[in-house]
């Protein structure tokens, strides 16, 4: 019930308008090409690239950060989640409806995004290149939304126990996540984006996931163990959150 109340309300105003836009920075790539032939950025390979070098790394993590925070947050902010709390609707189901809505609204965007990408990237090369990469397109959607699963349950959390959660929600993305992901040795394996890089390159076999994925060379971890550091994660980060969501007053 409180995944359809919600629906992807979190996309209104400004910021549904402002993540629209970042999702849509990577096609100017694609665009250029049309333009100048040689930019580099078509067919499956082009849109592999665009999405490890843009999605992946930051814009995926950005909309996650933004939606995830605002799931909660903004009932929060906006001194409404008292009223909210008035409803006979149990916190627990509250807290779990509302990370469903944000899984399903940033997956949408992005899911919308990668589309409009595919095609704007492999079309050039013809429509039967269309249906040929279409498993590359299937597997980015699909580590799209393992991802979401993670980010948006760890998200949430800040915004519940936190002041200011987008503020480390930042710090987090661009100061551990894009910069420990790609360090040599063990280190990378204590990001979210390492397992979602490994998970990619064990189900679809792309090397350009391979190589984002053993920075170094290091030893490429089983499908099992990088699936359930996702779920680990996101079931410590949600059962934290409703914890913390059932202990604090949220006063008018």
Wanted: proline residues 5%; aromatic residues 10%.
């Amino acid at each position: 019930m409180t995944l359809g109340l919600t629906g992807l309300s979190l996309l209104r105003g400004r910021r549904g308008v402002a993540l629209a836009c970042l999702c849509a920075l990577p096609l100017i790539a694609p665009g250029l090409e049309l333009i100048w032939s040689g930019a580099g950025t078509k067919g499956g390979v082009g849109f592999v690239e665009l999405l490890t070098g843009h999605y992946f790394p930051r814009i995926n993590l950005i909309v996650a950060l933004f939606v995830g925070c605002g799931a909660l947050g903004e009932e929060i902010d906006g001194k409404t989640l008292p009223y909210l709390l008035t409803r006979p609707v149990p916190r627990a189901a509250l807290v779990i409806g509302r990370w469903l809505a944000a899984i399903v609204t940033a997956g949408s965007l992005l899911a919308a995004s990668y589309l409009v990408l595919y095609v704007a990237t492999v079309a050039p090369m013809g429509g039967d290149a269309l249906l040929v990469d279409l498993p590359i397109l299937g597997w980015a959607l699909c580590g799209m939304a393992l991802s979401l699963v993670a980010y948006c349950a760890v998200f949430m959390l800040l915004s519940v126990v936190i002041k200011w959660p987008l503020l480390v929600g930042l710090a987090l993305l661009f100061v551990w996540e894009e910069f420990a992901a790609t360090m040599p040795g063990n280190l990378a394996r204590y990001t979210l984006l390492h397992h979602v890089y490994t998970l990619l390159a064990r189900l679809s076999g792309d090397e350009s996931y391979v190589k984002l994925a053993r920075p170094e060379n290091i030893e490429l971890l089983p499908t099992a163990d990088s699936l359930q550091v996702l779920v680990w994660v996101a079931v410590v980060a949600l059962g934290l959150a409703l914890w913390k969501f059932r202990r604090k007053s949220f006063l008018v």
